[in-house]
Structures are given as structure tokens and as C-alpha cells.
């Protein structure tokens, strides 16, 4: 493809702008299954280690597999986005062995010792536990407030000094949102770091950049896998020079690298990001419109209903609802068990994004260890059920889940 050619649909976009060819022409990106990559001479070695050749090194620093991913991912969350000199806008993408691994890299490349950073009370697990144990012994404190109320946000502002504000949206299990853009612009006004978590949404329904972040990242396991075939992590930078220099240093430090198998099934994976999205999420939509009129269900949490606080919010920055839900059965603890166990086509996992329909509860599963009263001071009831809407034929998904909510 010639310089001149933009693509203007996101399939085209996934499918090709890392390019068409590779080596020996081969149409698909050959897995490059090799620890390291040679020197023809010790002057080429030096003029690699220099920077002047721009070729591979040690995989740990970046393989020619990986590169095909990055490429991807970045077009795709900077597809038909401007910088501030109205130009492209241009991303820089780093794969990594984990979404846990990505966001590791984040925080540590971008807080000391004594800083501060602020985030939202609903929050995926592994982040909540990454803040406050191991940031938390680096010696960064993490500041929790409720993101949705923009005062709240201001004081907290106000009373400490914010190096970094991470937001999660939608977030687990909730389903709650936050409005990026008013963190965002609230944020710069003060010189902080703001950085997003978009595993939930991918690039196709939600774009954070627009809002002017200045870091996004996924979990690549969930949706930009979405076959559920390898763990995978991926973190976004919009200043180029510093995603090149400082955060790649700490990346390779860190070694939360990716491996070439894992970033080919990712490759593959993403290929078909906006037709599963679409089929995801008007799965979802008649999913949500079935639980909610249900005897057996007391609520759902679907921004896609005018009922959930975040409604208003969701419509703003995102293109759909989106493929997830929670809902609470009337029954509570026990009510919750027998339903999971009753599912027959349906599968009991934890997990998301995955072309097939994943059900968790969070009270007997992800949320078993944490105190009873401190899950529910974060929306975790006994009865709630987690729910990621995979592409089945509809009716398949809604007699298993009709039959399994039975005489609940
Ligand atoms: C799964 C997930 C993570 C962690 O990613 P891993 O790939 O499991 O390390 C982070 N954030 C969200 C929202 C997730 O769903």
C-alpha cells in the first residue's frame, strides 16, 4: 500500500495496516520463534546497539511477530484521530507478556517513590491489588474517590499532590462509567498524567485518545484476542520520544516481554475485531432486554438500560454498549450457585472477551477471599452474576439462560 492510500473503515484498518508482505512473501506474519538475531559483523552490532540500524536484537527488546501486533493496535486506537496539529495522529505500542505485565510498565515508567496517583473504586482486581501491594511498597500511595462526581475529583485535586490519574471504563463488574473527557480536561489543567484502561471497550466502541490521554492500555486476553487463546497485555503512548526511550527502558527492565506464539494468535485474533464487536454487541443488547423483564432477576447492570447511572456517560464516548453485563438474582448466594450450575451451553469462567458466552459469579469465584461486607461496599452482592455476551446464535444463549434462571 502507497503512503497515499488511507484506509477509511477500522476491518480494513485491522486487517491491514501493519502491511501485506513479509518475509519469503508470505501472506500471513511468520511466527519468529528465536531468543535473539544475528550480526553479519561486529561494526553492524555496534551501529544496531547504537541506534543507527534499526534492526532486531534480542527479543526481549522487541521481534519482528510482536511488531505486526503493535502496529495493529496502534492504528486501530488512532484510527481517524488528529494530534494537536490536526496531522495523523501517531501511537507508539509496546506488546507484553500480560495486560498486568503492560500496566506494570505504566505505573512504574511514570511514578517515583512519594508520588500519588488517583483512580476510580470500581476497578479490575489484578489493578486494585498491583496499587496497593506493589505500588504501595515501592512507596506510591494510591488516592481512591469516586470519579463520577466531578467535585469529589476537584477537591482530591485540591488537598494532594497528583502525579497520575487511571481511569477504567467501563469497569468491573459493575459496569460502571467514568466521562474521560472531564477527568481528562480537569487533569491537564493541573499537568497530571492520565492514563486508561480500554481492555472492556477496545478501540472499536471507545477511542481515549480523542480526549487527549496520554496513555492507554488493554488487556490483549479479552476482546483483541477474542478466541481466548493467550494472555497478552499491550501499552499505548502518544509522545513517541518518551514511549522510544524511558518507557521502552523500563519495559525490557521489567521483562514482561511477549512471546512470538501468543502475538500471532493476537494477530489472527484481531483480524475479525469489528464483526465479533458487532455480533457481541447486539447479542448483548437482546441479552440485556430478556434479564431485565425476567421474574428471577432483581437488576441488570447494562449501560445500555436508562436506568444505570452511567447511561448518559457511556452514550458520550462510546460507539455501543458494549458486550458486558452483571445482573443480580433475586435469591442471593444460593440462587446465584444453582444458576451457574445449571448452565448447559453457556460456559462457567472467569475471564471475558471471548468469542463464546462467559459466566462468573463473582461472591463463590473472583471475590471469594474478600470480605463480605467490603465486596458489597463495591457492588459485589451475594446473587450477582457476570456476564461477557459471546456471538452464539441469540436464541441459544437466551433459552440456556431462560432455562437455567427457571424456578430460581
Ligand atoms: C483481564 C484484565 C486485566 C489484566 O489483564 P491480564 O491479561 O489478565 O494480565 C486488566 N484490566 C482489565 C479490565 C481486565 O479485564
Known amino acids: 500500500m502507497s503512503e497515499e492510500f488511507s484506509l477509511t473503515g477500522i476491518s480494513s484498518v485491522a486487517l491491514h495496516a501493519a502491511g501485506n508482505g513479509h518475509a519469503e512473501?508470505?501472506?500471513?506474519?511468520?511466527?519468529?520463534?528465536?531468543?535473539?538475531?544475528?550480526?553479519?559483523?561486529?561494526?553492524?552490532?555496534m551501529e544496531r546497539f547504537a541506534g543507527k540500524e534499526k534492526e532486531n536484537i534480542y527479543s526481549r527488546w522487541?521481534?519482528?511477530?510482536?511488531?505486526?501486533?503493535?502496529?495493529?493496535?496502534?492504528?486501530?486506537?488512532?484510527?481517524?484521530?488528529?494530534?494537536g496539529d490536526g496531522a495523523p495522529l501517531r501511537l507508539k505500542a509496546l506488546l507484553h507478556a500480560s495486560g498486568q505485565a503492560a500496566m506494570t510498565t505504566m505505573f512504574m515508567s511514570n511514578l517515583q517513590a512519594g508520588d500519588t496517583l488517583l483512580s476510580h473504586f470500581s476497578l479490575y482486581g489484578g489493578t486494585y491489588e498491583l496499587m496497593h501491594k506493589v505500588l504501595d511498597a515501592a512507596g506510591i500511595k494510591t488516592l481512591i474517590v469516586d470519579m463520577r462526581d466531578l467535585g469529589l475529583l476537584e477537591e482530591a485535586i485540591r488537598n494532594n499532590k497528583i502525579k497520575l490519574i487511571h481511569i477504567e471504563t467501563p469497569a468491573n463488574p459493575t459496569i460502571q462509567c467514568v466521562d474521560i473527557e472531564a477527568v481528562t480536561a480537569l487533569a491537564k489543567s493541573h499537568g497530571i498524567i492520565v492514563t486508561v484502561d480500554n481492555t472492556f471497550a477496545t478501540p472499536y466502541l471507545q477511542q481515549p485518545f480523542r480526549y487527549g490521554v496520554d496513555f492507554v492500555y488493554h488487556s490483549t486476553t479479552k476482546f483483541l484476542n477474542g478466541h481466548?487463546?493467550?494472555?497478552?497485555?499491550v501499552l499505548l503512548g502518544r509522545d513517541i520520544e518518551l514511549m522510544k526511550t524511558r518507557v521502552w527502558k523500563w519495559h525490557v527492565l521489567i521483562g514482561g516481554s511477549a512471546n512470538p506464539f501468543d502475538a500471532f494468535?493476537?494477530?489472527?485474533?484481531m483480524k475479525t475485531l469489528e464483526v465479533r464487536m458487532d455480533r457481541h454487541c447486539s447479542n448483548a443488547e437482546k441479552v440485556a432486554g430478556f434479564l431485565s423483564t425476567h421474574p428471577?432477576?432483581?437488576?441488570?447492570?447494562?449501560?445500555?438500560?436508562?436506568?444505570?447511572?452511567?447511561?448518559?456517560?457511556?452514550?458520550?464516548?462510546?460507539?455501543?454498549?458494549?458486550?458486558?453485563?452483571?445482573?443480580?438474582?433475586k435469591g442471593g448466594l444460593e440462587a446465584g450457585k444453582k444458576f451457574i450450575d445449571r448452565l448447559q451451553m453457556c460456559v462457567?469462567?472467569?475471564?471475558?472477551?471471548?468469542?463464546?458466552?462467559?459466566?462468573s459469579h463473582p461472591a463463590s469465584m473472583t471475590h471469594y477471599s474478600v470480605p463480605r461486607d467490603e465486596r458489597i461496599r463495591f457492588g459485589i452482592t451475594d446473587g450477582l452474576i457476570r456476564m461477557s455476551v459471546g456471538i452464539e446464535y441469540i436464541d441459544d444463549i437466551l433459552n440456556d439462560l431462560d432455562a437455567a434462571l427457571g424456578s430460581n
Open 296 to 329: 428471577a432477576v432483581a437488576h441488570v447492570n447494562y449501560t445500555g438500560l436508562a436506568d444505570h447511572p452511567d447511561h448518559a456517560t457511556a452514550k458520550k464516548q462510546m460507539s455501543h454498549w458494549g458486550p458486558m453485563m452483571s445482573f443480580e438474582l
Open 348 to 359: 462457567r469462567a472467569v475471564s471475558l472477551g471471548t468469542v463464546d458466552t462467559l459466566l
Open 265 to 269: 494468535l493476537l494477530t489472527q485474533g
Open 25 to 45: 512473501y508470505a501472506h500471513i506474519p511468520p511466527i519468529y520463534a528465536t531468543s535473539t538475531f544475528t550480526f553479519e559483523t561486529a561494526q553492524q552490532g
Open 62 to 83: 522487541g521481534n519482528p511477530t510482536f511488531k505486526v501486533a503493535e502496529q495493529t493496535i496502534a492504528a486501530l486506537e488512532a484510527f481517524r484521530l488528529k494530534d
Open 228 to 233: 481466548g487463546s493467550a494472555i497478552g497485555g
